[in-house]
């Protein structure tokens, strides 16, 4: 597609049930980011990943949180036994690395998660 | 731990006047500084960069400023729009390998 892609746009679940989160890159670049974006508040890092390098977690809030990228393109973030303080809004950027820098980071529209 | 921060939450400017959002930053080993512009409801979107080598750069309306010796980052907005609107963030990085960090964000109010 044209942009970043994420899926669904909007997810309610109940407290200590488990989400996936989708999100789809623009086709060839390879960085990959989650971030976390509670009501009001700015972008919280989460996880970044870099062409065949091991991603960088260390802004996962718990083990709770994990994310994968397959094949280098799609990416899931999961949430396990989610919890109320997990509801926000989480954004999927990715950008493309000239292999002279870091280029800018193109995002989705994001995920709108709830937990009740 | 090292963050990038603003000083204002939010900025009233009336329109057709500049507008000035500040971010200040304490890791000093940062090397490229990005602003985006996030709209309601929707993901950040880049407005302009900028490298530790420069100390000024121009977009189309858009400025931004860097002063290492301060650690301190500003973009400008000259002649604000009803479109510009927004939450404005400023981000920064180390090197092409790093995370990007963002700061909190600076609601833009424009008044009639």
């Known amino acids: 597609g044209a942009g970043v892609s994420q899926s669904p746009s909007n997810k309610v679940t109940e407290k200590g049930k488990d989400v996936e989160l989708r999100c789809d890159p623009i086709?060839?670049?390879?960085?990959l980011y989650w971030y976390r974006q509670s009501l009001g508040q700015g972008l919280e890092f989460l996880i970044y990943f870099q062409g065949n390098s091991a991603p960088d977690k260390s802004g996962l809030p718990s083990d709770r949180f994990s994310a994968e990228r397959t094949g280098g393109s799609v990416s899931t973030l999961t949430i396990q036994r989610t919890q109320q303080e997990d509801s926000a809004v989480y954004l999927c950027?990715?950008?493309?690395?000239?292999?002279?820098?870091?280029?800018?980071?193109?995002f989705g529209s994001g995920t709108q998660l709830s937990v009740l | 731990g090292e963050s990038v921060g603003l000083h204002l939450p939010t900025l009233s400017v009336q329109e057709g006047d500049n507008s000035i959002i500040n971010c200040a930053y304490s890791n000093s080993a940062s090397d490229y500084f990005i602003w985006y512009k996030q709209e309601s409801g929707k993901g950040p979107q880049f407005i302009i960069d900028i490298r530790s080598n420069m100390d000024k750069r121009q977009g189309q309306r858009v400025t931004v400023l860097l002063n290492k010796t301060v650690k301190h980052l500003s973009l400008q907005i000259a002649a604000t729009q009803p479109g510009d609107s927004a939450v404005y963030f400023c981000a920064e990085t180390t090197n092409r390998d790093d995370k990007i960090i963002f700061g909190k964000g600076t609601r833009l109010h424009i008044l009639p």
């Open positions: 950027a990715s950008s493309f690395d000239s292999g002279v820098s870091l280029e800018k980071l193109f």
């Open positions: 086709s060839g670049h390879t960085a």
